[in-house]
């Protein structure tokens, strides 16, 4: 096992993961800095999810490495990794998921009451993050009342309010109207700087794929470069897939 580099919060080296018997992601090998927003991009289907949920703990890689700071993740037990995303890290989604039982800032508040902190810091935190995203007016509601971009909102909120190290931003602006996006991916990126909150977004979009520090281009599960070497003349002699991949780290 290879410690990761000291200036990474977040590291991978040749992680592969198969749905079943399918390849999910080959030979992929990445490093993310401390309050860098990183974008991960490719076509539908190229792995990006399959990568940010390895990152995340959420899957363990048959083979590889995935470091957050000094700790290991792919070596942790499902309580390490639970506690981890639960301390450590924010998760935002195409879909909101939303408790339909509990209302806007308890559920933004969500993982704060989890943790224990007390139920009048939990909602002052809540709708001090509700208002930046211009929900405070909505705070009361319930997700049943709100629509697929309020709703979206009171997820980012969630995702941002115990400032987490790690947000994981997975096509976050998928479902939503490009004004709409805009302002999500605003608040995401302002906050991430202001807090020093490192960002892997995920997205096949252009435009979200432009507001990030960098760049990680996905093609079929491999890193975009070692993909088309694959498919095109042969990389420099001796360079597996996965040698290649690890290039892609000082990039």
């Given at each position: 096992m290879v410690a990761p580099p000291d200036d990474d919060v977040l590291w991978a080296r040749s992680v592969h993961y198969f749905h079943n018997v399918s390849p999910g992601i080959v030979g992929v090998s990445v490093g993310v800095r401390l309050g860098e927003v990183l974008a991960v991009t490719g076509p539908r289907g190229s792995g990006k999810t399959t990568l940010l949920r390895c990152l995340n703990g959420q899957l363990v890689p048959r083979e590889g490495e995935v470091?957050?700071?000094?700790?290991?993740?792919?070596?942790?037990?499902?309580?390490?990794?639970?506690?981890?995303?639960?301390?450590?890290?924010?998760?935002?989604?195409?879909?909101?998921?939303?408790?339909?039982e509990l209302t806007a800032w308890e559920n933004a508040a969500l993982p704060l009451l989890v943790a224990g902190v007390a139920h009048r810091t939990a909602k002052r935190a809540a709708h001090a993050w509700l208002d930046r995203l211009d929900m405070g007016g909505s705070a009361r509601r319930r997700p049943r009342t709100l629509d697929r971009a309020e709703s979206q909102r009171v997820a980012l909120a969630r995702a941002l309010i115990s400032e987490p190290a790690v947000i994981f931003a997975d096509e976050p602006t998928a479902p939503l109207p490009r004004a709409e996006g805009a302002l999500l991916l605003r608040t995401l990126t302002a906050a991430a700087r202001s807090h020093e909150i490192t960002v892997v977004l995920a997205t096949h979009d252009e435009g979200t794929a432009a507001v990030a520090d960098r760049r990680f281009a996905l093609l079929d599960g491999r890193p975009a470069a070692v993909a088309a070497g694959l498919s095109g003349p042969a990389g420099p002699a001796g360079d597996t897939p996965e040698e290649q991949a690890a290039c892609s780290l000082s990039a």
């Open positions: 470091w957050f700071n000094s700790v290991p993740v792919h070596t942790l037990g499902a309580l390490g990794r639970e506690r981890l995303r639960r301390d450590r890290f924010g998760w935002i989604g195409p879909e909101p998921d939303l408790l339909p």
